[in-house]
């Protein structure tokens, strides 16, 4: 079968392929709310790991044959939850890679346990002024079209942040050039894994993300 996961750009490195490696056939899966970098910061990472990359949310509209907005306008949330849930399974089952979830994804127990049992959780964890900033002049969340949007997006994150920590790893996510949130993500994966980074200088060079003059910003699209 033809996998339709997007590779990154990115440069391999080492220490990332070692990770890889160690993972054992298992999936990397981000979690955490919108705007907190999962599409942007994960094909960094697939493509520093030498994985695949999948964006969960593309596959559901694939899979609908429309938009995320539009199935929430004309099925509801629960048939949205439902088909979300059927996708993430799918995608667990034809790893390894690195995959994206939607903001609501990690707060299905069923989903939850799927993820535990063929991949490895990190939780994009950041702050509600974040998230704000990187969302505010999108009109693409539904969750996200009432009165007061950051009133609901702090309600949001009083009831997921609870759950969200029951990922296997946090790493914060802020400000910063994706890469560095990338490096960080690889290094915690080579600690919580056992995975020695690689000696000599050609290795120490290869694993050192290439400059960036200004923060990214993320792209990652869903309900919330």
Sequence with gaps: MTDPALRSPAEPSPLAL????????RSLVLVGMMGAGKSSVGRRLAGRMGLPFVDA????????GMSIPDIFAEHGEPYFRAGEARVI??????????????????????????????GLSVWLAAD?????????????????QTDD??????????????????ADLTV???????????????????DRLGVAPPS???????????ATPAP????EKGPA
């Design 149 to 166: 949007p950051e009133a609901t997006l702090a309600k949001l994150i009083a009831e997921r942040y609870p759950v969200y920590a029951e």
């Design 18 to 25: 070692a990770v890889a490696r160690a993972l054992g056939g």
């Design 216 to 219: 990214d910003r993320p792209t």
């Design 128 to 144: 509600l002024d974040v998230l704000m900033r990187r969302i505010r002049r999108r009109a693409d969340r539904p969750l996200l």
């Design 200 to 210: 000599g200088p050609v290795a120490a060079r290869s694993a050192v993300p290439p």
């Design 89 to 118: 399974t799918r995608l667990l089952a034809d790893g390894p890679r690195v995959l994206a979830t939607g903001g609501g994804a990690f707060m299905n127990p069923g989903t939850r346990a799927m993820i535990a049992s063929r």
């Design 57 to 64: 949310d593309n596959e559901i509209e694939a899979a609908a």
């Design 172 to 190: 914060q996510s802020r400000d910063v050039p994706h890469d560095v949130i990338v490096e960080e993500i690889v290094a915690t994966l080579a």
